[in-house]
């Protein structure tokens, strides 16, 4: 049984010359009171926001821990208001004529919700590009452009399943390696199914860049199994968009130049120095609001100043073995140079060897596992025909 074998490090330190605020939804199962938020609000999506003020050098850090993150939630109903909330109108995601005629042709003829949500996830799959950065966020841009990341193909997907009157949220949070390794995706609400999994951007990367991931610490799936299924290899942050920040965003008076704006919708957006309406545009897994009228001259910000720092790793034997592909790989490839340059037989062995560790643990986290039990295989034959040379 896998108990929580992800540990997710998370660190904000002001290290500006002012006092900012910072919202944060609370991890699940983490004390609030270890972190002692100014505030506490329960939000629609049932978790907890956190309010901090952070005086200059003061330091937020979370360490914690999660399991895998599972494709199907439990199947309780949804109140009226939970209901409304998850197909409610929004900038990013926006229900409207045009996408309720979008997602009526891309779903004619099917009458039930999953099928309709499964031909929208195929629609959005085969039609658009993955592009990192995009040009502009929000599903208004995507529809013009054709291309974006994985945030533009959740919204789109919550924009035309909720158009249809299907529960629908975009999730934000990380990979379980790596550092500031984001990530979004969506789950639906099926009334017999409740909650499951879609990932729209990760079903296009699998569809259209099949080579991508190949040397990942990720257990990678056929495209099409992204609907109702994920590796599990991800950490929830917060589940949803455009979350209301309480207490309210004040509004600022002028936008800092320091801050380069993130386009909405082909507008400028100054993150850190406005809200969307009132909310977050996402909590990945904070959002911060600055005093950009008392910067200091020449202060230049950068991502950690707007969003704070993570790292997440998996822990136990998974763990160790993902280590051990890097360091496996260092010496395989190191020796394998050298030994093309001066033939020696023993640095042969070595290098052989390594490339034989290597791939077991590949497959031994299930990572493409058909084709590094095929490159197994036949370095496994090499290695012992080196052996027999030694001997």
């Not at 004390?31 to 309010?51: F, M, V």
């Not at 779903?107 to 499964?118: C, E, I, P, V, Y």
């Not at 945030?151 to 975009?170: D, K, N, Q, V, Y």
Request: with cysteine; proline share 4%.
């Amino acid at each position: 049984m896998r108990k929580k074998p992800i540990v997710v490090d998370y660190l904000y330190k002001n290290s500006l010359d002012q006092t900012i605020e910072l919202w944060l939804p609370i991890p699940e199962g983490l004390d609030p009171s270890t972190l002692k938020p100014s505030q506490l609000h329960r939000l629609p999506t049932g978790e907890n926001l956190g309010y901090f003020i952070l005086h200059k050098n003061d330091t937020l850090h979370l360490r914690y821990t999660q399991e895998w993150y599972p494709a199907k939630g439990e199947t309780i109903p949804l109140s009226k208001e939970e209901e409304a909330y998850y197909l409610r109108d929004t900038v990013l995601s926006p229900v409207n004529e045009e996408t309720l005629d979008l997602a009526r042709n891309i779903t004619s003829g099917l009458n039930s919700k999953r099928d309709q949500a499964k031909a929208i996830f195929r629609y959005i799959v085969t039609n658009f590009k993955y592009k990192y950065p995009p040009k502009s966020r929000g599903v208004k841009s995507f529809l013009r452009f054709k291309n974006g990341d994985c945030a533009e193909f959740s919204f789109l997907f919550s924009s035309l399943c909720r158009s249809l009157g299907i529960p629908t949220r975009t999730l934000f949070g990380s990979w379980s390696f790596g550092k500031m390794n984001g990530h979004a995706w969506n789950e639906i609400y099926l009334e017999d199914e409740g909650w499951i999994a879609v990932d729209v951007s990760m079903a296009n990367l699998r569809k259209h860049n099949i080579l991508r991931f190949l040397y990942s610490d990720l257990r990678t799936m056929w495209w099409e199994k992204y609907f109702g299924k994920t590796e599990g290899q991800r950490v929830v942050f917060s589940r949803d968009s455009e979350i209301r920040l309480m207490p309210a965003y004040g509004a600022s008076q002028n936008r800092s130049i320091a801050i380069e704006p993130l386009q909405i919708n082909d507008s400028a957006f100054y993150w850190g120095q406005e809200s969307l309406e009132g909310t977050a545009p996402y909590l990945q897994p904070a959002y911060v609001k600055l005093d950009t009228q008392n910067l200091l001259p020449g202060t230049c910000l950068d991502v950690k100043n707007l969003l704070g720092f993570w790292k997440v790793k998996e822990t136990g034997w998974r763990g160790f073995l993902a280590q051990s592909k890097k360091y496996l790989a260092i010496i395989g490839l190191t020796t394998m140079g050298i030994t093309y340059i001066y033939g020696n037989g023993y640095l042969e062995f070595v290098f052989k060897f390594s490339f034989v560790a290597l791939f077991t643990c590949f497959v031994l986290r299930r990572e493409r596992v058909f084709l590094f039990s095929v490159f197994l295989v036949i370095m496994t034959l090499s290695l012992l025909s080196t052996i027999s040379e030694l001997l």
